[in-house]
């Protein structure tokens, strides 16, 4: 059939560039090692910070509901899909983040993109880091309201753009918590100063650090002791709580508007009983196993620091999310080959994910791995770099 050819002969471009990826199979269930194509590697590419994906609490409790309520719920949340046990997640969650409320998204691109394009208008103005994520760059696209882009964490920048746009009804600024592709956390204390000296609204997209910063998970807020002055707060389901969706904490007010107008949450079958009770599990395991972080942020340290100490370039990280940064797209690729020959599955991240001369492979340590795990990985990395000429 006519009509696509542009289409493969931009893939036909990614394959001579070499960044042309096939999607990979996984064979097991998500956790430390997995086996793909029939071979058992370490992972570090998941999101499972902390490997709750098989923790047998959230297992039996996705089990049980459901034996009790089925598969799927039949219908949007605002028409027959509420559950019991949707609103009693939903307080559950507001009580975990310490905000009057919250709603549960079908994912945390949709939470994102649902926020931004429904509460701001012509009037209004929003104001991104340039590294934010792809959901939150959508959902600024969706919005009617101006726009403007500051420099990464650059809060000169942000002052600047602040200082200019004090005519506008509402500014919006809007920042990941914590970056996916660098790994680094952003300066929300400072950010919130200039915000409430300049009255503009905070929105933060916690999903890397939802499960992984603050007290019990919490995120940057807590991390940053910001209870009640940041307005918004969006997470992830889907990363460390080890399950599937997004959420988005506030106000009441902030609830009650997006429930009327956040087209995602308005167009989409609600979570199913499993999903929904799973993720309820996944909070208790936060509150009450509180050393499976400690454990995260152990290896963490650990590996970190090995690959520093073999010569790799890891940038600015002061997450699990450490970055292996080698420029060339091709080069990232290669290395990302060269680790799954060596045991080790961590997956290459070329442009337009991140810059063309800041490729690299992207490695995420979780909760699950052993000291021996990480060892081997170390390894694993020290050969397959000489043999690309990353080392």
Not at 66 to 71: D, E, I, K, S
Not at 207 to 219: E, F, T
Not at 272 to 289: N, R
Not at 328 to 352: C, H, N, R, T, W
Request: proline share 3%; net charge negative.
């Amino acid at each position: 059939m006519q009509g696509l050819e542009h289409l493969n002969r931009e893939i036909e471009a990614w394959r001579q560039e070499g960044v042309f990826r096939p999607l990979t199979e996984i064979e097991s269930e998500q956790g430390a090692r997995v086996v793909i194509r029939g071979k058992e590697v370490i992972q570090l590419s998941s999101n499972n910070y902390l490997g709750l994906t098989t923790h047998p609490r959230m297992r039996e409790a996705a089990l049980e509901a459901v034996r009790t309520y089925g598969a799927g719920t039949g219908s949007v949340r605002t028409i027959a899909g509420t559950f019991t046990m949707h609103e009693e997640f939903e307080k559950k969650l507001a009580e975990f983040k310490h905000t009057e409320a919250a709603l549960v998204f079908q994912s945390g691109f949709t939470a994102n993109v649902g926020v931004i394009s429904s509460i701001l208008g012509k009037e209004d103005v929003v104001i991104s880091d340039e590294l934010n994520h792809a959901s939150i760059i959508d959902g600024i696209r969706l919005t009617k309201a101006a726009r403007r882009i500051y420099r990464h964490c650059d809060l000169d920048d942000l002052e600047k753009a602040l200082k200019e746009t004090q005519s506008a009804r509402t500014r919006l600024v809007v920042t990941d918590g914590v970056f996916s592709m660098d790994g680094n956390i952003a300066p929300l204390d400072e950010i919130v100063e200039l915000c409430e000296k300049y009255d503009a609204i905070v929105m933060v997209d916690d999903a890397h650090a939802s499960g992984v910063l603050g007290k019990n998970g919490r995120g940057t807020v807590d991390h940053f002791g910001l209870h009640e002055r940041v307005h918004i707060q969006v997470g992830t389901l889907s990363k460390a709580i080890g399950v599937l969706g997004g959420y988005v904490a506030g106000s009441r007010t902030l609830r009650d508007y997006l429930i009327h107008r956040a087209r995602p949450f308005l167009f989409s079958t609600s979570h199913p009983p499993a999903v929904t009770a799973a993720c309820s599990a996944a909070i208790d395991v936060l509150l009450e196993e509180p050393e499976i972080i400690d454990r995260l942020w152990e290896n963490t340290k650990f590996f970190k620091e090995g690959l520093k100490k073999l010569g790799f370039d890891t940038g600015n990280s002061q997450t699990p999310i450490t970055p292996v940064i080698v420029g060339e797209g091709a080069k990232a690729m290669a290395l990302s080959d060269a680790l799954f020959e060596e045991g080790v599955y961590a997956q290459g991240i070329a442009y337009p994910t991140v810059p063309k001369d800041k490729a690299r492979v992207r490695t995420i340590v979780t909760a699950s791995h052993t000291r021996e795990d990480l060892q081997q990985a170390l390894d694993a990395f020290e050969r397959a770099g000489k043999k690309v000429g990353v080392l």
